[in-house]
Nanobody, 122 residues
């Protein structure tokens, strides 16, 4: 069973950048599609980006397309989310998730990390 631990969150000014990491334990990491979701206070958890098991294909929510980049390094059992041109509306807890297919659907992911807080000040 894969376990996920996110890191890299913090406080940043609008227009700044952060890179989130999600480290996975377990030997089967490379067989999982991975995704990032986020949840702002009082809102539903929403899809941000996903990547296939090989890293060949990536997918993004319209709200982050062109600003965020998802990538993975299967040799390090890690998935990343590079976030540029951050906006106050990007403020949320960011979660990484593992599943069998890369999809926008939250229910398709059965392994979740604990989350890391990202706060963007205006």
């Amino acid at each position: 069973q894969v376990q996920l631990v996110e890191s890299g969150g913090g406080l940043v000014q609008a227009g700044g950048s952060l890179r989130l990491s999600c480290a996975a334990s377990g030997r089967t990491f490379s067989s999982y599609a991975m995704a990032w979701f986020r949840q702002a206070p009082g809102k539903e958890r929403e899809y941000v980006a996903a990547i296939t098991w090989s890293g060949t294909n990536t997918y993004y929510a319209d709200s982050v397309k062109g600003r965020f980049t998802i990538s993975r390094d299967n040799s390090k059992n890690t998935v990343y989310l590079q976030m540029n041109s951050l906006k106050p509306e990007d403020t949320a807890i960011y979660y990484c998730a593992a599943g069998r297919i890369a999809t926008t659907q939250r229910h398709a992911y059965d392994i979740w990390g604990q989350g890391t807080q990202v706060t963007v000040s205006s």
